[in-house]
């Protein structure tokens, strides 16, 4: 008899990656992945993880809903695998607010109350709310969870949450939220699986993708994160700006003229690396080129990254090691050295071969501080989260 299957979608801002899990007596078992491209035209659809590997064009097409491109997705899994046994789906959503403090089984209040936070993660949320409702319209039924990459920040103490502004503003909701809260739960788990008693310690991950953030671990607990309110806070990244002086912001608005949405516009989709390199987003794209913008641009991501692991330090009052991890931070080994550079003063030294290989360990014998390369698996997370409420 074929093991039931669990699907779990986690939604970026121009990609889907889609988990599959067999449900076993010990429970989820990886069984496959695939990745649905927006970037694209037509949308692709890559099955990267599984028995037969592909990559091919959608014929469906992007619209408000996404229920064409889902069910084209379905038909092609289901030529590798029994997609009428899937007893559930679970999906990664961004901003979960003061109100979800952990993992939910989705239905019509837990919609609207995502719903409401939509403001907050313009670029993530309505995807993720767009995935929910199309399940729910072609599997009519099936088990919904949702877990929410704020919930692991929720402990941090109330001097590392409050802006420095009206306390009814805070009342009501503005405060540092945290994100990739995901990714941090699963590398504190892998982290403590791998190296127990560094993992008791004061940790700083470094979570490199498109979206970028780090946070401060103190014995597997985030204590302190670079995100704060929105996604947009914190260190550049691929397309947004990371911290800005609220200043600016006046001078767009009133000086410049800017509407919100062409203000929304320019911080979330025309910043960054691609605003400051005029090149591209990718740092691939910039490590190849010889563009004095394009070394201003990297040199600009890691001076902040470095400055936010020193941040994050004071935080938790010393550091006994550094992860790097998510695409950029696993896979470039150029960005780490850069940061490692950077945080010399604090005793942190790379080996120089194993960084070059992406090895699971990178400092140098000599280093006052521990450094790691760990893959991060969010679709991993939100498999167990599912799991725990069904």
């Known amino acids: 008899m074929t093991a039931p299957l669990l699907l779990t979608f986690n939604a970026g801002s121009s990609t889907v990656k889609i988990g599959l899990f067999a449900l076993g007596p010990t429970g989820a078992e990886r069984i496959g992945k695939g990745v649905i491209d927006f970037r694209d035209e037509p949308l692709r ?24 491109v889902l069910a084209e997705a379905f038909r092609r899994l289901s030529w590798h695998f029994d997609i009428n046994g899937v007893a559930a789906a679970g999906h990664r959503i961004v901003h979960g607010g003061d109100g979800f403090a952990g993992p939910v089984r989705i239905d019509d209040g837990a919609i609207a109350a995502m719903e ?38 929720r402990g941090h103490a109330d001097v590392v949450r409050r802006f420095a502004i009206p306390r009814m503003l805070h009342d009501e909701g503005v405060k540092r939220y945290g994100f990739h809260g995901l990714s941090y739960r699963f590398i504190a788990g892998e982290l403590a699986r791998r190296e ?80 400051v390199s005029g090149l591209s987003a990718d740092s691939r794209d910039l490590l190849e080129s010889d563009r004095p913008e394009a070394r201003q641009a990297l040199d600009l991501f890691t001076f902040r990254i470095a400055g936010e692991a020193a941040r994050l330090a004071t935080t938790l009052g010393g550091l006994d090691a550094i992860v790097f991890t998510a695409g950029i931070g696993e896979n470039q080994p150029q960005i780490r050295a850069a940061v490692a550079a950077r945080l010399a003063w604090l005793g942190l030294t790379l080996d120089e071969a194993a960084n070059a290989a992406n090895a699971p360990r990178i400092d140098s014998p000599e280093s006052r501080i521990a450094a790691f390369v760990i893959a991060t698996d969010e679709e991993r997370v939100i498999a167990d989260e599912a799991l725990s409420l069904l």
């Open 116 to 153: 409401a936070l939509t403001p907050l993660a313009p670029l993530h949320q309505p995807q993720g709310l767009r995935l929910i409702r199309a399940i729910r319209r072609l599997r009519p039924g099936l088990p919904q969870t949702a877990s929410f990459d704020t919930a692991f920040h």
């Open 196 to 275: 127990p008693k560094l993992a008791a310690g004061k940790i700083v991950v470094a979570h490199l993708g498109s979206g970028a953030s780090l946070c401060g671990l103190e014995a597997g607990i985030s204590r302190d994160t670079s995100m704060g309110f929105s996604a947009l806070d914190g260190i550049p990244m691929a397309t947004r700006c990371g911290a800005l002086d609220p200043g600016v912001l006046l001078h767009l608005l009133a000086g410049k003229k800017y509407g919100p949405k062409e203000l929304e516009d320019l911080l979330y989709r025309r910043s960054g690396l691609l605003g």
């Open 45 to 68: 659809f890559s099955l990267v993880e599984g028995p037969d590997r592909f990559d091919i064009a959608l014929e469906a097409k992007a619209g408000e809903e996404l229920d064409a």
